[in-house]
């Protein structure tokens, strides 16, 4: 079992950047695969990036490709998402998620944070 908690999470202006960072504990850290989704008010919970166990290799919805990078240490038990260029329609509350395989739907998580809020002013 693993317990995952986001932050980095904040105001910024269009064209901004942010990195979230999403802190798990326990030592297998390094055998899920992990995942950023985000949700906004209203909406479905929409994949954004994944990054396998070791980090080499990684997905993304379009919308942030070439603007968003996921990364991991698996040292720290930490990945990253590195979010530039924010627009408005980026805002959303960012979820960290573990998995057993690399995949694009909330169903396939397991684990879970609690989120962290961005908001992009324009």
């Known amino acids: 079992q693993v317990q995952l908690v986001e932050s980095g999470g904040g105001l910024v202006q269009a064209g901004g950047s942010l990195r979230l960072s999403c802190a798990a504990s326990g030592r297998t850290f390094r055998t899920y695969v992990m995942a950023w989704f985000r949700q906004a008010p209203g909406k479905e919970r929409d994949f954004v990036a994944t990054v396998s166990e070791s980090g080499g290799s990684t997905d993304y919805t379009d919308s942030v490709n070439g603007l968003f990078t996921i990364s991991r240490d698996n040292a720290k038990n930490t990945v990253y998402l590195q979010m530039n260029s924010l627009k408005p329609e980026d805002a959303a509350v960012y979820y960290c998620?573990?998995?057993?395989?690399?995949?694009?739907?909330?169903?396939?998580?397991?684990?879970w944070g609690q989120g962290t809020q961005v908001t992009v002013s324009s």
């Open positions: 998620a573990a998995g057993y395989y690399t995949a694009r739907r909330p169903v396939d998580y397991t684990y």
